[in-house]
T-cell receptor
Framework: EAGVTQSPTHLIKTRGQQATLRCSPISGHTSVYWYQQALGLGLQFLLWYDEGEERNRGNFPPRFSGRQFPNYSSELNVNALELEDSALYLC??????????????????FGEGSWLTVV | DAKTTQPPSMDCAEGRAANLPCNHSTISGNEYVYWYRQIHSQGPQYIIHGLKNNETNEMASLIITEDRKSSTLILPHATLRDTAVYYCIVRATYNAGNMLTFGGGTRLMVKP
């Protein structure tokens, strides 16, 4: 069974440009999460999508946005790139809530990430 | 979500059990404890999680104290490939955002 897949593996952009990162969750998973890990820093939560809707957002400016498609894949868009946006962007997935409130016992599995370099 | 406290680093001899402690004194009754590890520049790898009972899988064992204020991850026979940063996380409930909040973790160095 395929794990969480992300593309591209590496991306180089110029300051001010836009970057788009893509994620395919594990088959059957409806929740997708995005994290940022800047070099030497910890993982910071960015976004959580469940069944097509944004459910939670971390402390990031609005130029970080994303969406989840009907097939539950997701993309993260970063507009007006700044040098400090250079980081490893990690996508993760889990079974979703099915529209109901559940305990958070559905394991979250991570992909290998996309490296974004802003020059 | 509850915060966790872990020692910043630990050493372990190859072949020995590695016992990684974690304090989560403000955990609430329906919050799970998760353990992940990250090997340099790779995506975090899920290890194990639990709510109240001790858990064991092919990778590790998780011991949670009765009051749930602390836990220990046990790698029974550490190998050099277990060298990584280990994160103990108390996951937010679904209504509170459902996410994993990563702290600094414990850098485990397994030595020959």
């Amino acid at each position: 069974e395929a794990g969480v897949t992300q593309s591209p593996t590496h991306l180089i952009k110029t300051r001010g440009q836009q970057a788009t990162l893509r994620c395919s969750p594990i088959s059957g998973h409806t929740s997708v999460y995005w994290y940022q890990q800047a070099l030497g820093l910890g993982l910071q939560f960015l976004l959580w999508y469940d069944e097509g809707e944004e459910r939670n957002r971390g402390n990031f400016p609005p130029r970080f946005s994303g969406r989840q498609f009907p097939n539950y894949s997701s993309e993260l868009n970063v507009n007006a790139l700044e040098l400090e946006d250079s980081a490893l962007y990690l996508c993760a997935s889990s079974l979703g809530g099915g529209g109901q409130t559940i305990l958070s016992g559905n394991t979250i599995y991570f992909g290998e990430g996309s490296w974004l370099t802003v020059v | 979500d509850a915060k966790t406290t872990q020692p910043p680093s630990m050493d372990c001899a190859e072949g020995r059990a590695a016992n990684l402690p974690c304090n989560h004194s403000t955990i609430s009754g329906n919050e799970y404890v998760y353990w992940y590890r990250q090997i340099h520049s790779q995506g975090p790898q899920y290890i194990i999680h639990g709510l109240k009972n001790n858990e064991t899988n092919e990778m590790a064992s998780l011991i949670i104290t009765e009051d749930r204020k602390s836990s220990t991850l046990i790698l029974p026979h550490a190998t050099l490939r277990d060298t990584a940063v280990y994160y103990c996380i108390v996951r937010a409930t679904y209504n509170a955002g459902n996410m994993l909040t990563f702290g600094g973790g414990t850098r485990l160095m397994v030595k020959p």
